[in-house]
T-cell receptor, first 115, second 114 residues
Framework: AQSVTQPDIHITVSEGASLELRCNYS??????LFWYVQSPGQGLQLLLK??????LVQGIKGFEAEFKRSQSSFNLRKPSVHWSDAAEYFC?????????????FGTGTQLKVEL | DAEITQSPRHKITETGRQVTLACHQT?????MFWYRQDLGHGLRLIHY???????NKGEVSDGYSVSRSNTEDLPLTLESAASSQTSVYFC?????????????FGPGTRLTVL
């Protein structure tokens, strides 16, 4: 069965510092990978996604992620964090075996930004 | 602008009552999903639909039901609410069937079962 692991429940960084959020997946075929962000009291918004091609993908708000098949990872990065980036971040993998577009989500990483 | 809305945004109910959470999207998407979000579990899929009259169970479907009578709406019903169903519920939709399409999420409904 497919699964997603986000090892860090909470991360605190200073504004202006670089950020890397970890995501490891388990999937039997070529995965489709997503990063979503959830601001307090809001729904989830897509940051970026990977399904083929260049393994380094660019997203919105200055985020990028790199797909590393050998490590089963899809880590999210940002070179300089802004206070408005404080939110919860979810990694997801799909589709479910057998087709369709259901996603499996990780448990999330809560990002706190210190001013 | 197209959007996906959920109502109510907050709901308090009592154990044993039937509760229905509404989800309405104006994207004209074929696919709709219901998730629940709980601390330590992330988002878990409850039910989903790939079109009118189509419904399917997700990984945590016990105690929940859905129906799809039109493209725009996928209401989620808790037949007999239990305290274990206290959670934040998100509805999402997407158009394609290949797995690469973005899922668009509603703002969520916070449900408390007393």
């Amino acid at each position: 069965a497919q699964s997603v692991t986000q090892p860090d429940i909470h991360i605190t960084v200073s504004e202006g510092a670089s950020l890397e959020l970890r995501c490891n997946y388990s999937y039997g075929a070529t995965p489709y990978l997503f990063w979503y962000v959830q601001s307090p009291g809001q729904g989830l918004q897509l940051l970026l996604k990977y399904f083929s091609g260049d393994t380094l993908v660019q997203g919105i708000k200055g985020f990028e992620a790199e797909f590393k098949r050998s490590q089963s990872s899809f880590n999210l990065r940002k070179p300089s964090v802004h206070w408005s980036d404080a939110a919860e971040y979810f990694c997801a993998v799909g589709p479910f075996t057998g087709g369709g577009n259901k996603l499996t989500f990780g448990t999330g990483t809560q990002l706190k930004v210190e001013l | 602008d197209a959007e996906i809305t959920q109502s109510p945004r907050h709901k308090i109910t009592e154990t044993g009552r039937q509760v229905t959470l509404a989800c309405h999207q104006t994207w004209n998407h074929n696919n709709m999903f219901w998730y629940r979000q709980d601390l330590g579990h992330g988002l878990r899929l409850i039910h989903y639909s790939y079109g009118v009259q189509d419904t399917n169970k997700g990984e945590v479907s016990d105690g929940y039901s859905v129906s799809r009578s039109n493209t725009e709406d996928l209401p989620l019903t808790l037949e007999s609410a239990a305290s274990s169903q206290t959670s934040v519920y998100f509805c999402a939709s997407t158009q394609g069937s290949g797995g690469t399409d973005t899922q668009y999420f509603g703002p969520g409904t916070r449900l408390t079962v007393l």
